[in-house]
Every structure is written in structure tokens, then in C-alpha cells.
């Protein structure tokens, strides 16, 4: 049974620092992409980064590329998002996903329940 569990989130002040994480289980056998996604109150979903396999392949959206850091530990089985100089509009609630084809585009086949990203000004 395949489990995506994300962890860390909660309340910053504006221009704070937060790390997620994102913990897979029942995928040992399978190179898989995991990527950040976003949604805000109101809003669409907002793809935030992925990251491919190896870890040598790191995409970021707009909104975010320069201050969040993708980053993954195979040996934990765990995606960190580290959320750097973060501003209110960064607020929402972030999910982790993986993408079994392993390129981190397309469509994502598991995903986890979400995590809040509060950031107070």
C-alpha cells in the first residue's frame, strides 16, 4: 500500500524559514519523480518544484524558484521542501505527490493529505 505523508508545516512570520517533509512508503522498487504542489484559499492549484529521481533534476515554479530548495533522502524515503524569506502570499496548503513515470511531468498518481503554510505578516 503506497503512503505519501507530509510533515512540518504551520506558522511563520513574514521573511521566515520552514522545512516540509514528505515520507513515501510501499515505493522501494520504483524510481518516482515527488513534487510540491500548492493551494491557496480561493485559488487554483500551484505547481511549487519537483524533484526527479536522482536528485540531479530539480524544477521549481516562478513563484518560489530562488527561495525553496528541493531536496530528497533516499535512505528516508523523504522529499524536503526548505521554504526560505517566505511572504504572505506564500501561504496555502502544500501537498506532495509522486509521478511514477519518474520525469516529474504528466499526471501524479499518489498524493498526500496536505500540510498548512501559514505566513503571518
Avoid at 7 to 13: C, E, K, N
Avoid at 34 to 49: C, H, I, L, M, N
Wanted: hydrophobic share 30%; aromatic share 14%; with cysteine.
Amino acid at each position: 500500500q503506497v503512503q505519501v505523508v507530509e510533515s512540518g508545516g504551520g506558522w511563520v512570520q513574514d521573511g521566515g524559514s520552514l522545512r516540509l517533509s514528505c515520507t513515501t512508503s510501499g515505493l522501494t522498487k520504483y524510481n518516482y519523480a515527488t513534487g510540491w504542489f500548492r493551494q491557496a484559499p480561493g485559488k487554483e492549484s500551484e505547481f511549487v518544484a519537483v524533484s526527479r529521481w536522482s536528485g540531479a533534476n530539480k524544477y521549481y515554479g516562478n513563484a518560489v524558484r530562488g527561495r525553496f530548495t528541493i531536496s530528497r533522502d533516499h535512505a528516508k524515503e523523504t522529499v524536503y521542501l526548505q521554504m526560505r524569506n517566505v511572504r504572505p502570499d506564500d501561504t496555502a496548503v502544500y501537498y506532495c505527490a509522486v509521478n511514477m513515470s519518474g520525469r516529474g511531468s504528466g499526471p501524479f498518481d499518489y498524493w498526500g493529505q496536505g500540510t498548512q503554510v501559514t505566513v503571518s505578516s
